[in-house]
């Protein structure tokens, strides 16, 4: 017998290592985290739930101004400025993860995904059962449709930032499509300002389905809007900026409701009517240079005369 053993080929496949496989599915855990950014990234989620609490008791007759629908209007603005807060503390603190990241689009996917839409829907439902207008089976529909567009653009709007986010800050200086916030801004403050300031103007309820449908297909658009507090709010500015900045802390502090629904509506349609117009002009442009020259005037035969 030969000293030398013929190995055998199925010892030369690599045999799968289970502790290797679980070490490596170990090592993805996350085991730290920043605590006082992710705590406040969690309250704008708590914002959220509580502005959907309260939409769900609808307005009871002698709730007056403060009813249900307008504070949980209030609340989807608290979690706004949680929201502002958070990425500001972790960028602050050089602290920014994928762990924040993806814990504040969850966050942000309740307070501005659906509770926006949740408070439009019970709101208008609760003004047609109140019989002020003839409702049928095809409104009722058209209302949830809305919604669950609504709510279906904002979970694309905030998967789609997740993959094209980048974290140096500088890049942050617009989105594509309008930011989830701003779209439950455009509702919110419409609520607020019906339910405070004309609270018998119901004409206003009923258009909210179509506004919300409209702030849904922003979200998706390939519209840019500014992001508001790297290019008006950072850096250094004239003076004269100054001066116009207090103007308009001033108009927000005097006229509440009306300002933060022209605000956001200004926001959400002065990009879009931007960019529409800049496309008709460029659509105008290149029609103009693909039409062909008139030809030129043949030139009259010297050697004839009248």
Same mark, same amino acid.
């Given at each position: ?18 502790? /290797? ?25 708590? $914002? ?8 769900? /008791? ?10 249900? %629908? #307008? ?74 449709? #809305?919604?669950? +567009?609504?709510? #279906? ?63 849904? %297909? ?15 709010? /950072? ?25 933060? +629904? ?9 990009? $879009? ?14 029609? #103009? ?18």
């Amino acid at each position: 017998m030969s000293r030398f053993r013929i190995p055998d080929r199925r010892s030369r496949r690599p045999r799968p290592h289970r502790g /290797k496989l679980f070490r490596r599915e170990r090592k993805q855990r996350v085991k730290r985290i920043t605590i006082l950014p992710s705590l406040i990234t969690i309250l704008n989620g708590v $914002f959220g739930f509580t502005a959907i609490a309260l939409a769900s /008791k609808n307005a009871q007759p002698g709730d007056g101004q403060w009813s249900s %629908f #307008a504070i949980a209007g209030y609340m989807v603005l608290a979690a706004m400025f949680a929201d502002m807060l958070d990425g500001r503390l972790a960028r602050m603190s050089h602290s920014t993860s994928s762990f924040g990241g993806q814990l504040d689009s969850l966050c942000d996917m309740v307070s501005f995904g659906i509770a926006p839409a949740f408070l439009m829907l019970k709101l208008v439902e609760y003004k047609l059962e109140l019989g002020t207008v003839i409702s049928g089976g095809f409104l009722h529909r058209f209302i949830w449709l #809305a919604a669950l +567009a609504y709510l #279906a653009c904002a979970a694309i709007r905030l998967a789609r930032f997740n993959v094209e986010n980048e974290e140096n800050e500088m890049a942050h200086m617009s989105f594509v499509g309008l930011p989830s916030p701003g779209a439950a801004g455009v509702i919110i403050s419409l609520v607020i300002f019906q339910q405070q300031e004309v609270p018998t103007f119901d004409l206003l309820v009923y258009a909210l389905p179509f506004v919300t449908l409209g702030m849904a %297909f922003l979200m998706v658009s390939p519209v840019r809007y500014p992001h508001v507090v790297n290019v008006y709010l /950072k850096g250094k500015q004239p003076f004269g900026y100054l001066i116009r900045a207090l103007c308009f802390l001033g108009f927000v502090v005097c006229m509440k409701q009306t300002a933060l +629904a022209l605000i956001f509506g200004i926001y959400a349609v002065g990009s $879009f009517a931007k960019w529409l117009y800049y496309k008709v002009a460029r659509r105008r442009a290149r029609l #103009a240079l693909s039409e062909p020259e008139p030809a030129p005037e043949a030139a009259s035969n010297p050697g004839l005369s009248d």
